[in-house]
């Protein structure tokens, strides 16, 4: 992995963290992951090494310092939204998911109440009307969505970030219906 793949790759682990999609126990496997893909950072070398029952009491110090020496900063609610919906776009591009309108279906769940992100939000207002024939969902959204420019990030290292979001789509196509408050 060169500095920029690394880079990429925390910068998309931060972003998780801050959408609350990417917990202290997510980082060993990542490290482990940007070993394997020929990472010789100390401090991923180090991650590697925990528990996936660590704190962030372990990990923030490692976290912080390879951020710093690779130049990473925290991104706010839309560019954390962006790297959230380019990480999807690449993962959903290797591995399609078995629902209609995945992207949307995530990126809703990154707009709680006060989320300050315009993508996840109008993504949010669309997914309640998924699966019912209220309202026809406009599909330019979700074709938007999955055109997203890649991170150019290996498939290993992809599909350990995006293992937290993954989880959070339903297994099986929901029923139609509205949902209704």
Not at 29 to 47: C, K, N, T
Not at 122 to 137: A, I, M, R, S
Not at 156 to 169: E, F, G, Y
């Amino acid at each position: 992995m060169d500095d920029a793949a690394v880079r990429m790759a925390l910068s998309v682990a931060r972003a998780a963290e801050y959408c609350g999609c990417f917990e202290p126990g997510d980082w060993p496997d990542l490290a482990v992951s940007m070993l394997l893909e020929g990472s010789e950072d100390a401090e991923i070398a180090e991650l590697a090494g925990l528990s996936r029952q660590v704190s962030g009491w372990d990990t923030e110090p490692l976290v912080a310092a390879a951020c710093e020496r690779h130049g990473v900063s925290t991104s706010g609610a839309d560019e954390s939204t962006n790297l959230m919906a380019r990480l999807m776009a690449d993962e959903l591009r290797a591995r399609p998911a078995s629902v209609t309108s995945p992207m949307i279906r995530l990126l809703a769940r990154l707009a709680p109440p006060d989320f300050e992100s315009d993508l996840a939000n109008q993504c949010l207002g669309v997914e309640e009307y998924l699966d019912c024939d209220c309202v026809q969902v406009d599909p330019v959204l979700e074709a938007e969505l999955g055109l997203l420019p890649t991170l150019r990030l290996p498939a290993p290292v992809v599909r350990t970030l995006a293992r937290p979001l993954r989880s959070t789509l339903p297994a099986a196509q929901p029923p139609r219906g509205h949902r209704g408050p």
